[in-house]
């Protein structure tokens, strides 16, 4: 006891420092692709964080980079929100890609509404994964949605424009899908370095990407 009482007496008198618990890697979500798992800080999504996506326009392919992630989380029971999609979802497409629509809910909601829809659903706890398509997110916005997801432990999930990659973000994940050429870039990921040279898209011994959104979705937009 003598020892304790010592090393207390150092502590008040800051003539020992206690330091911190050491915090524990953040738990992650393979994306069903093998070069970019390995490009990625733990090799995957980042849990209980927000990763964007960011496009130069819709249906290249994008949602063939979740669909893996997506199905796995859904055959597992979790629940996966769609927040006001551009378009709607093309059920046959999902289930191919082994989605279980049982496990698959879209929100419908206004533009201005889709922030506050998204984060409901990141802090419920109820949602494995958010999918949205915000607006022209303010930075505290996104600081909402990526508390949020901290909160809930969910893996959110936001398209966005190519443009945004032109303004910082608290996303802990950020790629880009590019054309001509067409590549993936690694912009930011938390806990690594990017990988300096872009991967190839379509990604290498994955789901194979559409040129159109019709397949992904229906052809009509659903923006309300």
């Known amino acids: 006891m003598s020892n304790v009482v010592a090393l207390d007496h150092l502590f008040d008198a800051r003539r020992l420092w206690r330091g911190q618990p050491q915090a524990r890697a953040p738990s992650r979500q393979p994306t069903g692709f093998a070069l970019l798992d390995a490009a990625l800080p733990g090799g995957g999504w980042p849990e209980g964080a927000l990763s964007e996506v960011l496009l130069p326009l819709d249906g290249i392919g994008e949602l063939t980079l979740l669909w893996p992630t997506l199905a796995r989380l859904t055959r597992a029971g979790g629940l996966v929100a769609l927040v006001a999609p551009p378009y709607l979802p093309f059920p046959a ?6 989605v279980q629509l049982d496990r698959l809910q879209v929100v419908r909601a206004e533009p201005r509404d889709v922030p506050w829809a998204t984060e409901q659903c990141l802090r419920s706890a ?24 901290e909160t809930g432990q969910c893996l959110g999930l ?15 994940l950020r790629l ?20 300096a040279r872009p991967l190839p898209w379509p990604l290498p011994a994955g789901m194979s990407t559409t040129s159109s959104p019709g397949s992904l979705f229906a052809a009509v937009p659903d923006r309300a």
Do not use: I
């Not at 497409?93 to 082994?98: E, F, L, P, T």
């Not at 936001?158 to 802990?172: G, I, K, L, N």
């Not at 054309?179 to 990017?194: E, H, M, Q, S």
């Open 93 to 98: 497409a999902w289930a191919h890609a082994g």
């Open 126 to 149: 109820a949602c494995a994964a958010v999918l949205c398509w915000p607006q022209q997110p303010d930075d505290r916005t996104l600081r909402r949605l990526q508390l949020a997801a």
């Open 158 to 172: 936001a398209m966005r424009p190519a443009s945004a990659a032109a303004h910082a973000s608290p996303a802990a």
């Open 176 to 195: 880009a899908l590019e054309t001509n050429p067409a590549r993936l870039r690694v912009l930011k990921c938390r806990g690594g370095n990017p990988p």
